[in-house]
Each structure stands twice: as C-alpha cells, then as structure tokens.
C-alpha cells in the first residue's frame, strides 16, 4: 500500500472514488471494502468509465469543493508557520496532506447519507407505496420467480412462451429490487394478463418482502447454491430466503427446480410441481437433442404433445422450458401456441449465447456466474466437436467460506471437459490451478494478467474449428 499511496493524489482521484461508489450501487459496505483493499488507484477504472449522471455530477462537485477546502488549508498551516517559525504548523499542514485522500474517500460518504435519509428514503418509500397498490388492484395472473441463479433465464423464456397467447409484462433485465420492481409496476397498463417478475435476494427477508410487494398467485424456483454466500454465510440460511416464496404462496403452485439438490431436498417427493429435464406436472420428455444451433426434445400429457424446439444450447435449458410449457398449458394455451412461442426463444444476452468468430464458436457465458452454470457450461462444452475446446474463466464472487471448495472443483470439471483452461488472474486463480492439478489436467494453461487485453484481442488468439466457452466476468471492484 506504501508503495502506490502517491496514487491516491493524483487528479484523477476524485473520480476513481464516484467511480466505486457508482460500481457498488452506491452500497457504502461494499464501496469501503474496495477502497480498503485498494492499493494503486491508477488500476480501478479499467473495464468500464464513470457515467455522469446528475447524482454523479453533484458527488463530483462535492469532493472538489472538499479538496480546495484541504488544499487552503495546507497554504493557511505554511502561511502561519512562516509567520510565526513555529514548526507546529508545519507538522498540521503534513497531517493534513498525508490525511486528505482519506478525508475525501471517507468524506463523500457523508452528503450521501444525508441525501440518503432525507431524500432517497422518502422518494423510495413513496414509490413502493404506489406500487403496492398497483399490484394490488392489478387483475392479471402474478408469477413471482426466485432463486440463485437462472432467473432471468426462466423470466424470458416464460414471457415468450405466454407472449404467444396472453398480453405479458415481465420486469426487464436483472430489474429485481424493490426500487427496480417499483419502476416496472408504475409503467403497467393494467390490462396485461400475466405479470412475470424476477424477486432479488441479499440477505433474509427480501423474497417475503418482494412476494408482499407483488403479490403472486404463482411461483417458480430456479435453484439455489453458494451465489451469495458472502451475504448469507450459510446456505441453510440461502435455502430459507428462497423458500421464503414458498411460505408466501402456501397451497398456491410453486415449480422447482428437482434437479438442483438443495432445492430436492426441501421439497416433498410427490410435489407435483417439481421438474427437470425428465418433465413436470405430467409432461414427459423424450427424443432429446442440442448443440449449438439449438435444443429440441418431444414432450407429451395424456393427448396433447409439442414438438419443441428452441435456440438454446445445453441440455440445463430444458427443465424450465419444461416448466415454462406446463404453466402456459396451465393458463389455458394451445399445443400450437406453445410451440410457436417456445419457436421464438433465443439464447439471451452473455447467458451461453453462441456466435461464430473467424471460423471459431464463443460461448459467451459472463453474466452466468454461479457453480451450477459452470458445472452444466463445461458439461455442454465437453459434449462438442472442436479443434480446440478452451475453457475462459476468472472464477466466481461472493462464495463466502466455500470459495476454495467451489474452485477446487471448477478446476477438476474443466480438467475433463476443456484441453486448454484461460484464467484470468486473481484470489481464486491458485485454487483452480489446484483442481486442474488434482484432476491431473494434461492441456494447455494459460493465466492472464489483463483480462480486457485479452478479451480485446479474442480474435487473435482463437482459430477456425476452436470452441470457447467464457463463463463469468469480475467486475473492477472484486480482487
């Protein structure tokens, strides 16, 4: 930290400090974590640029006018220490310059919390408020989906499905707090049929929250690991927020996932509602294909079969769809429709989405960030032909007490589904090269110093009839 402390006076400074606390969702926890674990300031903002939103610009201005006010200071302490030959002075001026980059990084924290609780919390409390009452009064079907991973995948492809023969609003992208879910519910029409909302979890509570705030008379659960870990620190506290869905809904259907063991383990054997590749809700699968141009099984209930064929790859993608066919079968759509809906279902954006490059396939799997998704991207990478079947990864964030555990076994599963592992260097570097050791891995390993370098160059360093599958990416703020 001594060594690079000259960083924190250089004038980009100011900004690297709004550009944590941008990065962080302005989470003060998580913004002083990073700054206490941060030694050479010129390395922070490398992957992506401040935005200079209004609440930004105000930030800037008062870090600024903080910085001229220390700097008179200094010329008031070498002023009267001039004056008066008094060396104490001397001594205040140093402690205010050693002391500065510290003043403003702890500082800034201070308008935040007085804007905070003056005027965030009021706004934020009013606009859940309304919502409540939209939601409330809103006629349609509500469909809550909660989980550690997969969410919005099973939010799309349940919102195309039931696009085909409903009129169906779904909360956008990962918009799944009680601010984000606040905003979608303001921009309702109130004539939608089906409400599909996606329901965030940090820490306990927020799913019986986000459920109260909805109000679903219907659910699904996606599955449920160690993502979050750090917040939760156990995952029996991680298996009783997701299920707090559950105690919301009572006697009301919930679809869960029964190939995601935590999520079997807490469920009656005859639930109904439970499913995987195999079915659900008396679907049966068969006649199952993938590959990179797509997914396509057979599934039949009693007269009725669909011929189902999507663009996702990987065979993880067909439980949900599964389930995503028994609810829109439920809610009173045709075989036709269905398959004409499950037709129009494409691999969504950095969540194994496939494209070809110069003759190479690039899995682009960085917004999948959890052990499960690892575990079925390398099983999917495993099942391809390719010249070259290269396995690009950082690891994964928030593991919590099981962050070596869960990258011993990253590197075992690449091991014996990859010939070439890319890792991008950090933390949890040292514990996948172990798995890979363990797993006595016989290709190639590459570590890399600047994952944006090597991202930038991609097309350099693959070759016609290469397969790459890049799962996770960290952002500037984890180590």
């Known amino acids: 930290m001594i060594k690079y402390y000259w960083t924190r006076y250089l004038a980009v400074y100011p900004d690297v400090l709004l550009y944590m606390l941008q990065d962080t969702e302005y989470r003060l926890d998580r913004y002083l974590a990073w700054y206490h674990r941060t030694d050479d ?34 010329a008031v302490s070498v002023y009267f220490g001039n004056m008066t030959q008094n060396y104490v ?27 905070r609780v003056l005027i965030q919390a009021p706004r934020e409390r009013a606009l859940i408020a309304s919502a409540s009452k939209i939601f409330e009064t809103h006629a349609g ?13 099973a939010k799309e492809i349940l919102a195309t499905v039931l696009s085909e023969g409903l009129s169906v609003a779904a909360t956008p992208g990962n ?49 449920i690991n160690e993502a979050h870990l750090q917040s939760f620190r156990t995952l029996d ?37 439970l499913f995987d590749a195999h079915g659900a809700n008396g679907w049966v699968v068969s006649e199952i294909k993938t590959s990179l141009h797509g997914t396509t099984f057979v599934v039949s209930k009693g007269d009725k079969k669909i011929h189902a064929h999507t663009k996702l790859v990987g065979l993880q993608t067909i439980g949900i769809t599964i389930a995503a066919i028994a609810i829109a079968d439920e809610l009173g759509l045709s075989a036709k429709q269905i398959t004409a809906g499950l037709a129009k279902v494409e691999p969504f954006e950095h969540r194994m989405q496939p494209r070809e490059l110069h003759g190479a396939w690039i899995i682009d799997d960085t917004y999948n960030g959890n ?65 890979l050791k363990k797993a006595d891995f016989k290709g190639e390993l590459l570590i890399v110093e600047d994952p944006l370098e090597f991202y930038t160059n991609l097309e350099h360093f693959i070759a016609a009839g290469d397969v790459v599958l890049m799962q996770n990416d960290w952002t500037d703020n984890y180590a």
């Open 89 to 115: 002075w001397g001594l205040i001026g140093l402690g205010i310059i050693t002391m500065l980059p510290f003043v403003l990084a702890y500082g800034i924290v201070i308008p935040l919390l007085i804007g």
């Open 41 to 74: 300031f010129r390395r922070v903002m490398k992957r992506r640029k401040l935005k200079l939103t209004q609440k930004v610009k105000l930030l800037r201005a008062t870090l600024w006018l903080m910085w001229c006010v220390l700097i008179a200071a200094i």
């Open 237 to 273: 506290r991680t298996v009783g927020a997701i299920f707090e869905l559950v105690d919301y809904l009572g006697s009301r259907p919930v679809y869960k996932n029964r190939a995601n063991t935590l999520v079997a383990e807490h469920t009656a054997k005859d639930d109904p509602y």
């Open 371 to 435: 052990s499960d998704s690892v575990r079925d991207g390398l099983k999917f990478l495993k099942s391809v032909d390719a010249k070259r079947r290269i396995y690009v990864t950082p690891g994964l964030v928030e593991q919590g007490s099981k962050t070596e555990e869960v990258h011993n076994t990253i590197g075992r599963q690449a091991a014996k589904s990859a010939n070439m592992v890319v890792l991008m260097k950090n933390s949890v570097t040292d514990y996948i090269v172990n798995g």
């Open 141 to 153: 079907r509500h469909i809550a989906i909660a989980g550690s991973f997969g969410k919005t995948t």
């Open 175 to 223: 918009m799944n707090t009680p601010i984000g879910i606040s905003r979608f519910a303001r921009r309702l029409t109130g004539k939608e049929e089906v409400l599909i909302v996606e329901l965030g979890e940090e820490r306990a509570g927020d799913v019986a929250r986000l459920a109260k705030l909805t109000r679903p008379d219907m659910g699904v659960i996606t599955g």
